[in-house]
């Protein structure tokens, strides 16, 4: 005969409904505590995915969803730079896209693909004419690595015109894209080196926390880079990722349309946060590392 069992299924299905209760409670307090509006969201995208359709690959359908969560800015670069060549259309359409969809709300972040001719003449009519305050660069897409000549010079410009600079890792996860784009993700690694013969360069890796862990984002961290949390995962990860990291490197990050708002909403929610660090991570960090040196 089978010795009773210790813990029966009700006790279990009674303890986990305790748990996730205590989860929800700890989530609202936190919810309670963020300010009703200032959230900054460093790091959407307009245009459609090459590989598939998402649910708010309108701009319009983006807007309405970022202003019901109370975003209050929305960083948004173009889809299309990471497959087409015509960067300076792509670039004007995003300006004009941003001030007709989401005029004060959507901010709208240049393209530049280096591999290409004219783009110091690009990225320099992104800063005047277009009033762009950061870039979002591609390497891997574009063919180029920042251990390339190229890279420190596209860098060392973008920190001449006071431009911070975004570095998305990877745009997909390597076990569901496309064979036929097999892009690796982006090696961070030579940044370090970059960064001290560039001192007034300002970087946010984003999507970094799949390839970028431990020592080597510490690192850069120590740096003056910044990162966000829209591919952050585990359960409380914000609150674990900010027992290491410093709380002023992190900025409040969706990855929209390509990954779901709301899941960038719940790390937040489900992560034990005093006030300041809540305010830091929603705007705070953000308004800063985009203000102008």
């Not at 889809?79 to 004007?92: E, R, T």
């Not at 390339?148 to 920190?159: E, F, I, K, S």
């Not at 998305?168 to 960064?195: G, Y």
Request: a positive charge; aromatic letters at 6%.
């Amino acid at each position: 005969m089978n010795p009773p069992a210790l813990f029966s299924r009700r006790d279990f299905l009674a303890a986990t409904a305790a748990a996730a209760a205590a989860t929800a409670t700890r989530a609202r307090g936190a919810a309670a505590a963020a300010p009703a509006a200032g959230l900054v969201d460093t790091h959407v995208y307009l245009g459609r995915w090459p590989f598939r359709r998402a649910p708010l690959d309108e701009p319009a359908a983006l807007v309405a969803k970022l202003r019901a969560h109370g975003v209050t800015a929305a960083w948004a670069a173009s889809l299309d730079a990471l497959l087409h060549k015509d960067i300076a259309g792509l670039n004007a359409r995003l300006a004009e896209e941003c001030a007709r969809h989401g005029a004060g709300l959507l901010v709208p972040v240049a393209a530049l693909n280096p591999s290409l001719l004219g783009w110091e003449r690009e990225l320099r009519r992104c800063a005047s004419e277009h009033r762009m305050r950061a870039v979002r660069l591609h390497p891997n897409y574009h063919r180029y690595t920042l251990a390339d000549p190229l890279a420190a010079r596209v860098l060392g410009l973008a920190a001449e015109l006071g431009l911070l600079v975004q570095i998305p890792l990877l745009m997909e996860d390597e076990r569901t894209i496309h064979p036929l784009v097999n892009v690796p993700p982006v090696n961070a690694a030579p940044l370090a080196d970059l960064l001290k013969k560039i001192p007034a360069l300002r970087v946010q890796l984003l999507n970094a926390h799949r390839t970028l862990r431990g020592a080597p984002l510490l690192s850069l961290a120590a740096q003056g880079v910044h990162f966000d949390l829209s591919n952050l995962e585990g359960v409380e990860g914000v609150t674990h990722l900010l027992s290491q990291l410093p709380v002023q490197r992190l900025c409040f990050g969706s990855y929209a349309p390509v990954f779901y708002f709301e899941a960038a909403m719940l790390k937040l929610k489900e992560s034990v946060l005093d006030d300041a660090t809540l305010a830091a991570v929603r705007s705070a960090n953000a308004h800063r590392l985009l203000a102008r040196a």
